[in-house]
T-cell receptor
Framework: NAGVTQTPKFRVLKTGQSMTLLCAQDMNHEYMYWYRQDPGMGLRLIHY???????AKGEVPDGYNVSRLKKQNFLLGLESAAPSQTSVYFC????????????FGPGTRLTVL | AQKITQTQPGMFVQEKEAVTLDCTYDTSDPSYGLFWYKQPSSGEMIFLIY??????QNATEGRYSLNFQKARKSANLVISASQLGDSAMYFC???????????FGKGTRLHILP
């Protein structure tokens, strides 16, 4: 099992460009999450999904969109990147609400110039 | 509103001593879960321990225990006999029953001194 994988690992964008971050899990988990981590701010929840075809807003959803067309994939999109979106992005998955542990991906380091 | 607070930005502890990392939370939902994660300098997130709001006993996992004081809304992590490898960032997190989102505190950076 690969667990949770994230693509790409690093990316540099110019302001206004768009991109999609891919999160994939092979554990048949229902729940998936996107977080951003910034120095001194901890992990902040961007969007999450409790099942295929469903998404919900987290704490900091503005400027991001997500899609969960397939159970194993959770995509995070930036339509028009801004320097404030420079961050490390983590994806996580969880079997369901009865299971305690979130499994995290290795992170994606995004820089917006 | 759901909220997690970690008031210690950083801590320095002598090797082999016990460590307590503070975490307080706020929620109006009677059903919630509390998590602790470790993030070493390599960046990965490592799950340590979980406590459910209805669990009667404090959770323990090896050298980690969670001091759950429901009335005070605190969920402190206790690491017994600290080791140099415990140096890392530690995050407290919470889920609540209504919407299943999991939010994190800002973290505490722990330094273990030889």
């Amino acid at each position: 099992n690969a667990g949770v994988t994230q693509t790409p690992k690093f990316r540099v964008l110019k302001t206004g460009q768009s991109m999609t971050l891919l999160c994939a899990q092979d554990m048949n988990h229902e729940y998936m999450y996107w977080y951003r981590q910034d120095p001194g701010m901890g992990l902040r929840l961007i969007h999450y999904s409790v099942g295929e075809g469903t998404t919900a807003k987290g704490e900091v959803p503005d400027g991001y969109n997500v899609s969960r067309l397939k159970k194993q994939n959770f995509l995070l999109g930036l339509e028009s990147a801004a320097p404030s979106q420079t961050s490390v992005y983590f994806c996580a998955s969880r079997l369901d609400s009865s299971y305690n542990e979130q499994f995290f991906g290795p992170g994606t380091r995004l820089t917006v110039l | 509103a759901q909220k997690i607070t970690q008031t210690q930005p950083g801590m320095f502890v002598q090797e082999k001593e016990a460590v307590t990392l503070d975490c307080t939370y706020d929620t109006s939902d009677p059903s919630y879960g509390l998590f602790w994660y470790k993030q070493p300098s390599s960046g990965e997130m490592i799950f340590l321990i979980y406590q459910g709001s209805y669990d009667q006993q404090n959770a323990t996992e090896g050298r980690y225990s969670l001091n759950f004081q429901k009335a005070r809304k605190s969920a402190n992590l206790v690491i017994s006999a600290s080791q140099l490898g415990d140096s890392a960032m530690y995050f407290c997190a919470m889920s609540q029953g209504r919407d299943d989102k999991i939010i994190f505190g800002k973290g505490t950076r722990l330094h273990i001194l030889p």
